[in-house]
């Protein structure tokens, strides 16, 4: 096995040395400064001469394709006022100097967007002296709106036109003129009023690229309700035809969602959704998104608040403080605080049937209230030492304030052959103690010479006392108690060298994991003591290359896995397996003017989170247990999609094959000790096929901009080696559709929706569904940094699940749920003195941490 690795390695790197010297990249809102720093570490032809200071204001967005050093330079450049020039005659080797024409006291730089909040490229921008209206310089915006005119007055009268729209005049005493909103100005050809749109993404080789500042989407609060309004995400979460995506900020792993609810939209330059990930990425990775964060400058305190209210049959509530304070040497400090008290209640009916020696039939009327308070902390350090190298550390602690409590109850009916058998109230109480979880991360992200090095490691520590009791009536007949122990250590190291006419990635991550389950129970069951060990260590390349309008991307990562499962103090060779597999990832895209074609092949491996591997018995209900299944098999995912772009039309053809799926499946327990009790537990399916098509559609017009999805369908499941006899293979239809439009003063109208059609497929039978969100929110203050919303979810109250389904042996089930998701509600949320953060770390061993 190792012999072949690293002849695919050697492979890889030697096609990187054989490419021609061209440079193919695209920029978003990039320094100039920080993108010839890349250039000079990604090729060794020329020596690259600028003063950093002095072009740092100007900032970049456009894709520079197969071009060589010098072109790509003078695009970068643009219609900046800035000098290129070429010096080939130097005995010590080629130099280009970079250096701007005018050399003055001020750069004016702001971002022009339209009237729906889209940035508009090529904006003319005017500096004229306030006295008499003379011409002192001029410039132009770049493709994300941004533009950056020297001038040397400390007042001067700014005038911003673009061809269709009002010229804006503003009288400037500062270089910062933030956002300029420009208004059409419509006219008329032979009777045809003229008027521009823009599109809301741009199409990349590895997805898509959505501009969020300058945008609508800016002021949708939270990041967390932000990314539920981006291009090709679905009403679940996932980005269709995808999967649930892994999210980045700048170059550090989000950890938990509440990172998402901490910080704030209107600081998201752009969000890149990444639908062919990079072998750079972990194997169980099918889909990212990187969020990148506005770019600020200054020093001393800065910080946010915010906090949300819902309410529905019960409540949630939270509240969200940070604060950072930045040195001139650029060290920052930073302390967070996240405080939530989450109410929330299920509401379902269920009849249910078993047949073993008799046929049982169950009637249940039940109800789920979940209480949870809790609290999140976060310390940390970080320090930009100069342009090359950056540390940090961060400590997060996080606990419950009072019990986790679940209280399930209702009246059930339990029929036998026909009799009426057992009945009445039935309860059960689940509380999960406060213990106080630990975890820190530290990072290094530099440049050592031409090679950039990318460094974290991660400390985890968590302990859990679950504790349940239940019975009918006022008797507690049942209880258990389980003891939890997770531990992981971890670290991952990416590797970016320079390589002609492409980029090559490579590295390694490695994890070690020591989780402890301690189950004890009055009689029900059995008790048991399990310790799972697991050590998982990969090696990744990853390398992608530009040849003119085609553009290759391959990567490959060797994971290997050694698993020890002990059971009561002895080893369980059978439940202890070791894995070493390749996980292949290729990706080619060809573009025109008007289209962008990408042909992708993905392959994806699940490993089962740790809490499915357990072998305790738990209890649901009198006649209602689950276990897990230690002998669980990873899952691996082979995807080969075809998409196509254009304009605001986005398609897409997918083939998913997935072995080893994990499914639940239902049985009776013990027909003789335990009759009439049913069994659920997970089990391996051989395969499951999906294929369908993806439609994505995002016109804008007027007041509003569209994103409206739907994803269609099939799925075909190998169901009879478990003993599964019902099985349609019918179409599954979801339709989701995000409507926002934008009105003067900064008022801003959501409608999102989402509809699924009754279906049938695998072993069960669906009924349609679906739910209408409204959202109003305005911004207020100079600034536009308090950002007030108010919100109703679910407004037809139509979110049900309704569904029956033979996912057993001999057991059939129908359900009717409803969750409370009916809820109207407030945010609130505040910055002062915003500051970039400048916490670069990532996060290794993310998809053990989220096993656990």
């Known amino acids: 096995m190792n012999r072949y690795v690293f002849t695919l390695f050697a492979l890889l790197l030697s096609v990187s040395i054989q490419a021609q010297k061209r440079i193919s990249q695209e920029y978003n809102d990039v320094s100039l400064s920080d993108a010839l720093n890349q250039l000079a570490a990604q090729q060794t032809d020329y020596d690259i001469m600028f003063l950093y200071n002095e072009l740092e204001d100007f900032r970049i967005t456009t894709n520079v394709n197969h071009k060589t050093l010098p072109d790509a330079i003078q695009q970068m450049i643009s219609f900046y006022p800035i000098r290129m020039t070429v010096d080939v005659s130097r005995p010590e080797g080629k130099k280009i100097f970079v250096e701007c024409t005018h050399r003055t006291a001020y750069n004016l730089t702001g971002i022009v967007i339209d009237e729906l909040g889209q940035p508009v490229i090529y904006a003319n921008v005017t500096i004229l002296n306030p006295a008499d209206s003379t011409l002192l310089s001029g410039g132009v915006s770049n493709e994300s709106g941004y533009f950056a005119v020297p001038y040397e007055q400390d007042k001067i009268l700014a005038r911003i036109s673009y061809v269709g729209y009002k010229t804006v005049y503003k009288l400037c005493d500062k270089p910062e003129m933030g956002t300029i909103k420009m208004q059409p ?178 009637q249940r009327e039940s109800s789920w209230l979940y209480k949870l308070k809790y609290y999140y902390a976060d310390l940390g350090w970080n320090w930009e030492i100069n342009d090359n190298h950056s540390v940090g550390l961060t400590y997060t602690a996080f606990n419950y304030i009072g019990n986790k409590s679940t209280r399930t109850e209702g009246n059930e009916q339990t029929w036998q052959d026909g009799l009426l058998v057992d009945g009445g109230h039935s309860m059960t109480n689940t509380l999960i103690r406060p213990n106080m979880t630990h975890s820190v991360n530290a990072y290094y992200v530099g440049n050592i010479g031409k090679w950039n090095l990318d460094f974290s490691a991660d400390f985890y520590d968590a302990k859990s006392i679950q504790e349940m009791d239940g019975g009918t009536g006022n008797t507690v007949s049942v209880s258990s108690q389980t003891n939890t122990r997770n531990q992981l250590f971890a670290e991952k190291l990416v590797v970016s060298a320079p390589v002609p006419n492409g980029e090559l990635t490579f590295g390694e991550e490695a994890s070690s994991v020591d989780r402890t389950n301690d189950f004890t129970q009055n009689g029900f069951s059995s008790d048991s003591h399990i310790q799972q060990q697991t050590s998982v260590w990969s090696l990744f390349a990853n390398y992608s290359v530009q040849l003119g309008e085609l553009s290759l991307n391959a990567g490959l990562r060797w994971q290997n896995e ?256 409803y969750k409370d998701v009916r809820r109207v509600g407030i945010d609130i949320s505040w910055k002062f003195n915003a500051t970039r953060s400048r916490y670069k770390g990532s996060h290794a061993g993310q998809s053990e941490r989220s096993r656990l």
């Not at 292949?584 to 499915?612: D, I, M, V």
């Not at 799925?715 to 019902?726: A, R, V």
């Open 562 to 817: 050694y698993n020890r499962y002990d059971v009561n103090g002895q080893r369980n060779e059978e439940m202890s397996p070791d894995y070493s597999v390749l996980v292949p990832r290729f990706s080619t895209s060809y573009h025109t003017e008007n289209w962008y074609h990408t042909l992708s092949y993905q392959c994806a491996r699940y490993n089962p989170p740790y809490g499915l591997l357990s072998s305790s018995v738990n209890y649901r209900s009198k006649y209602e247990y689950d276990t897990g299944n230690p002998f669980l098999k990873p899952q691996t995912l082979h995807n080969i999609s075809w998409s196509s772009s254009w304009k605001w039309v986005y398609a897409e053809a997918f083939y998913q094959y997935c072995m080893n799926n994990i499914r639940t499946l239902t049985y009776a327990y013990d027909d003789v000790n335990h009759p009439g009790v049913v069994m659920v537990d997970y089990r391996n399916t051989p395969k499951v096929e999906l294929y369908g098509i993806t439609l994505n559609f995002t016109p804008n017009f007027g007041l509003g901009q569209l994103n409206d999805s739907t994803v269609l369908y099939f799925s075909n499941e190998d169901l009879y080696p478990l003993g599964i006899t019902h099985k349609w293979n019918g179409l599954i239809a979801d339709f989701t559709f995000d409507n926002t439009f934008t009105f003067p003063h900064s008022w801003l109208l959501n409608v999102k929706g989402s509809y699924e059609p009754y279906s049938e497929t695998g072993p069960s039978q669906t009924k349609s569904t679906g739910f209408v969100n409204l959202r109003l929110s305005k911004q207020f203050l100079k600034d536009k940094s308090l950002n007030v919303a108010v919100l109703a979810n679910d407004i037809l109250h139509t979110s049900y699940t309704e569904r029956t389904a033979y996912g057993g042996i001999n057991t059939r089930t129908h359900y009717r749920e």
């Open 185 to 362: 100005d419509n006219y008329t050809l032979n009777g045809v009023t003229v008027k521009g749109h823009r599109l809301v993404y741009t199409p990349t080789n590895k997805g898509l690229q959505v501009p969020i500042q300058g945008t609508s989407l800016e002021q949708f609060g939270s990041v967390s309700e932000m990314l539920t309004h981006l291009p090709l995400m679905m009403s679940d979460g996932t980005i269709a035809g995808h999967g649930t995506p892994e999210i980045y900020i700048n170059n550090k792993k989000v950890r938990n969602a509440q990172e998402l609810d901490r910080l704030r939209a209107d600081e998201i330059v752009s969000a890149e959704i990444i639908t062919s990930p990079g072998a750079e990425y972990g194997a169980g990775v099918t889909s990212v998104i990187r969020l990148k964060t506005v770019r600020k400058t200054g020093e001393g305190w800065s910080g946010n608040f915010s906090t949300a209210y819902r309410q529905g049959k019960e409540y949630y509530g939270n509240v969200n403080a940070a604060l950072n304070y930045r040195l001139r040497n650029g060290m920052d400090f930073f302390a967070r605080g996240y405080l939530t008290d989450n109410r929330s209640r299920n509401d379902a009916t269920s009849d249910d049937q078993l047949q073993a020696s008799s046929t049982w039939d169950y």
